[in-house]
């Protein structure tokens, strides 16, 4: 950002401040009959009680995420947009190298009915897929849990084992290694092959590497991304064939040239 654009981002700035006090000064005025916009109390990471979130430098937690309490995350574990891992009246503890994908829900139990402490332990490369809900249980090294299911108190999830998506497994379940459970409530179904056992591994890794991607991305600065934007338009290129396929012409686009105002941050630092 140059001395001009510094300039006219401080004027914004000092614009927006007197806009928020003459806002406050009309609340004042209007007395009980205002009404006053909440402002997004969002936090990624957040304390209850006496308890915080241990996340490790190495792990992902995507920016929409909310990791609260009494968490731990390994090294090269991901947890994607929209996930909720509510560490409040127990502990969830999560391996390295897992994936929790987008709006999943982990939480615990403090107790079950017989008195038994429920927090939720996941493994090690264990891959719980979109929406699944995770409740006071247990999922093993290199297990799977499909997407949209939902794992009540007491479950545990042997290594290698998988449960289909959409399952619902009750209470007190114990889902052996090497075999594949799903329904509604979820029953065997039959057992996993190397091939699908191989996959539980894979799927682990790729999600560790996908997640590096998206935490190099989310680091971006405004100024890496307003100079990623305008090099996006300077070299876009359209694919002729596909066009000719939908039968769309295209005018040939005039030459984007990159203003001054725009420089590459990177070369800023050098």
């Not at 891959?127 to 249980?137: D, E, F, R, Y």
Request: glycine residues 10%; proline residues 3%.
């Amino acid at each position: 950002m140059g001395t001009l654009g510094r300039a006219i981002y401080t004027v914004g700035f000092w614009i927006r401040e007197t806009g928020q006090a003459l806002d406050r000064l009309g609340c004042r005025l209007q007395g009980s009959y205002y009404f006053q916009e909440q402002l997004s109390r969002h936090r990624t990471l957040m304390n209850i009680f006496d308890k915080a979130p241990v996340v490790d430098k190495d792990a992902f937690v995507a920016p929409s995420a909310s990791v609260i309490g009494d968490v731990q995350v390994g090294r090269a574990s991901s947890i994607w947009y929209g996930c909720v891992l509510r560490g409040d009246v127990n502990s969830i503890s999560i391996g390295s190298g897992t994936n929790i994908q987008d709006n999943s829900l982990v939480h615990v139990a403090k107790s079950n009915l017989s008195g038994k402490v429920l927090p939720t332990i996941i493994g090690d490369n264990v891959t719980v897929g979109h929406s699944a809900v995770l409740h006071g249980c247990t999922v093993e090294d290199e297990a799977f849990v499909g997407m949209g299911a939902t794992l009540l108190d007491g479950v545990v999830v042997e290594r290698h084992g998988m449960v289909a998506a959409g399952s619902l497994v009750r209470q007190n379940t114990r889902i052996p290694s090497g075999e594949v459970w799903g329904g509604n409530p979820a029953k065997f179904l039959r057992k996993l092959t190397d091939e699908e056992i191989a996959f539980i591994s894979q799927s682990a890794t790729n999600y560790s590497n996908l997640a590096q991607v998206h935490a190099a991305e989310n680091a971006k600065s405004f100024d890496e991304i307003e100079f990623e934007k305008v090099l996006r338009k300077k070299f876009a290129h359209r694919d002729e064939e596909y066009d000719s396929m939908l039968g769309v012409v295209r005018e040939t686009p005039q030459e984007i040239i990159v203003p001054d105002s725009i420089k590459d941050p990177k070369s800023l630092q050098k």
